[in-house]
Antibody, heavy 120, light 110 residues
Framework: QLQLQESGPGLVKPSETLSLTCTVS??????????WAWIRQPPGKGLEWIGN???????YYNPSLKSRVTISVDTSKNQFSLELSSVTAADTAVYYC????????????WGQGTLVTVSS | QSALTQPASVSGSPGQSITISCTGT?????????VSWFQQHPGKAPKLIIY???DRPSGVSNRFSGSKSGNTASLTISGLQAEDEADYYC??????????FGGGTKLTVL
């Protein structure tokens, strides 16, 4: 059974960089069949797609966040990471990592989510 | 990219059917058959209930169905049950190789 688990600091100061890691177990992040994504949800609000990557190197970001976002992968640890720079209170959200089938909108596995608060 | 448009709330009585719409443009919903629907209960991660407009993952009740006409996708829940009360989100692929969510719809079972 595939499992995804987000980890990282729960509190980040304004103007600093938010860094999260998603550890994948029960499946390989190097599979050509899947894309791996980050999605967030501000408290009480809707879902926002941040970006996703394929192990081949294809990476796509939400245009509204593109200048501040980097998604990277560590295949040796079966992990992928999110970095969001110059954060403000508007970046406070539950951050989810997820898996999507290539060639489909099927986002079938999600992590439990981790709350990141931006505050001094 | 703009969020897809969903009604903020819908409601129905047990046993009834309800439909939630998701309106986009020709560069997302109307241009691709990659519309998904997610159910989210409070404090939980979203759960996939429909993908690629009308396909249902194994284990999801056949009371959930999806369709699309032009730039609008729809999720229909038949035989409404108390456990269906949740937030529902649509999601679509876009012409810029990105994905966009709808604003979400709160379903209340009366």
């Amino acid at each position: 059974q595939l499992q995804l688990q987000e980890s990282g600091p729960g509190l980040v100061k304004p103007s600093e960089t938010l860094s999260l890691t998603c550890t994948v177990s029960g499946g390989s992040i190097s599979s050509s069949s899947y894309y791996w994504a980050w999605i967030r949800q501000p408290p009480g609000k809707g879902l926002e797609w941040i970006g996703n990557f394929h192990y081949s190197g294809s990476t796509y970001y939400n245009p509204s966040l593109k200048s501040r976002v980097t998604i990277s992968v560590d295949t040796s640890k079966n992990q992928f990471s999110l970095e969001l720079s110059s954060v403000t209170a508007a970046d406070t959200a539950v951050y989810y990592c997820a898996r999507r089938y290539g060639g489909s909108g099927r986002i079938d596995y999600w992590g439990q989510g981790t709350l990141v608060t931006v505050s001094s | 990219q703009s969020a897809l448009t969903q009604p903020a709330s819908v409601s129905g009585s047990p046993g009834q059917s309800i439909t939630i719409s998701c309106t986009g443009t020709t560069t997302d919903v109307g241009g691709y058959n990659y519309v998904s629907w997610f159910q989210q209960h409070p404090g939980k991660a979203p759960k996939l209930i429909i993908y690629d407009v009308s396909d249902r993952p194994s284990g999801v009740s056949n009371r959930f169905s999806g369709s699309k006409s032009g730039n609008t996708a729809s999720l229909t829940i038949s035989g409404l049950q108390a456990e269906d009360e949740a937030d529902y989100y649509c999601n679509s692929y876009t012409s810029t190789y990105t994905w966009v969510f709808g604003g979400g719809t709160k379903l209340t079972v009366l």
